[in-house]
């Protein structure tokens, strides 16, 4: 069992900057497959970022450049660095784990971001 607690959300205006925390309950890197998901209202979740368990990151084109994902695997917490965000970013974000081999998720409660002026 894995739980995992994000914090870091808030409001900031168009072109600033937020740095999201994802605190796991457990030594999770190079066993788990971390990501950052976030959802708007009325759209489906979707897939931001990921951290694989070699330590390699992908990001959707849309936050590509802007937001870059750090693990500090002493305190197992992997980090979600958002720059130069915009209204479109405004949405719940969520980080999960998967175990490498598994298909299990376990999942965060999410922390709102809001980029408006």
């Known amino acids: 069992q894995v739980q995992l607690v994000e914090s870091g959300g808030g409001l900031v205006q168009p072109g600033g900057s937020l740095r999201l925390s994802c605190a796991a309950s457990?030594?999770?890197?190079?066993?788990?497959?971390m990501s950052w998901y976030r959802q708007a209202p009325g759209e489906q979740r979707e897939l931001v970022a990921t951290?694989?368990?070699?330590?390699?990151?992908d990001y959707i084109d849309s936050v590509r450049g802007r937001f870059f994902i750090a693990a500090d695997s002493v305190k197992d917490t992997m980090y979600l660095q958002m720059n130069s965000l915009k209204p479109d970013d405004t949405a719940v974000y969520y980080c999960?784990?998967?175990?490498?081999?598994?298909?299990?998720?376990?999942w965060g409660q999410g922390t709102q971001v809001t980029v408006s002026s």
């Open positions: 999960s784990a998967r175990r490498v081999g598994k298909t299990h998720e376990y």
């Open positions: 457990t030594s999770i890197f190079r066993f788990y497959i």
């Open positions: 951290l694989t368990e070699d330590l390699n990151t």
